[in-house]
DNA sequence: ACAATAGGGGAGTAATTTATCCCTATATGA
DNA sequence: TCATATAGGGATAAATTACTCCCCTATTGT
């Protein structure tokens, strides 16, 4: 298991949450949880592009962190379901505002984050 | 330089705003920015945790995203000035929101950061 | 006997990001 | 003559994140 070497900064509201948000499948995690997507393998369906092992790890760093609660159901095959804490339910309307300021943006950032791409292999 | 080999997803509003959002110092640079903070050496002040090296290439992307302009005034010492776009104003609110946040669990959050770092340290 | 299902984990590696070190240039002031 | 301020960049190292491969558990169904 990999171990941090440097000591994150906490010193305003902005580094706490960017602490406990960064990564890169944390924000769809929660999202898809609130939706109601509740088990390890419908949220693995939900985002094929990650493997199930990055998705768990990431869903045990949101556990970690509080936003999210982890029911173990004592039966084979095994059966999980994760829910949201009430500090992870908080944290919805936020990302809520996030996604709206993507969408409402959409056309315009899909083009400067794509000409990035083109200039590069233009040379 | 550094090129990227991964194209990024962009199906939703909020891959949009992590593509452009996503690194360590930018939104604290957009933060300053927005407050009048606008020579790179000013930045650099306010954030004396990054080097001016690692300031500027993040202040590039921004600009990249057209997220912030660059004014270079032809003088010498040299002189760089720079603002934030209609585009990136918008996004002033947002970070509103994720420092709210942030600030209104300040506390618990604290607590639960660190205490995965007490976890490691005791073995 | 064997595959399928559901959740999980160790080891190793690839990709990416951030940091460090050391240079460039020019004018001003001591 | 030499340090300072100002903005920047190349090369490289370090830190971090994400991924792939292969393994384990136990039960149900074929």
Redesign the pocket.
């Known amino acids: ?2 171990e ?3 000591i994150p900064n906490l010193t305003c509201g902005l580094d706490l949450i960017g602490e406990v948000l ?4 944390k924000i769809r995690l929660l999202w898809f949880i609130n939706e109601g997507y509740k ?3 419908e949220l ?1 369906r939900k985002i094929p ?6 998705l ?1 790890m ?3 760093e949101l556990e970690d962190h509080e936003l999210i609660m ?1 029911k ?1 159901y004592p039966v ?5 379901e994760y829910s949201l804490t009430g500090l992870g339910k908080t944290l919805i309307p936020v990302i809520s505002v996030l996604g709206e300021w993507g969408d409402n943006n959409e056309e315009k950032l899909r083009s400067v984050i794509l000409s990035r791409f083109n200039d590069l292999s233009g040379h």
């Open positions: 298991m990999y941090r070497k440097m960064y990564g890169k499948w088990r390890p393998s693995q592009d990650a493997s199930g092992r990055v768990n990431q869903l045990k982890k173990i084979v095959p095994p059966k999980v």
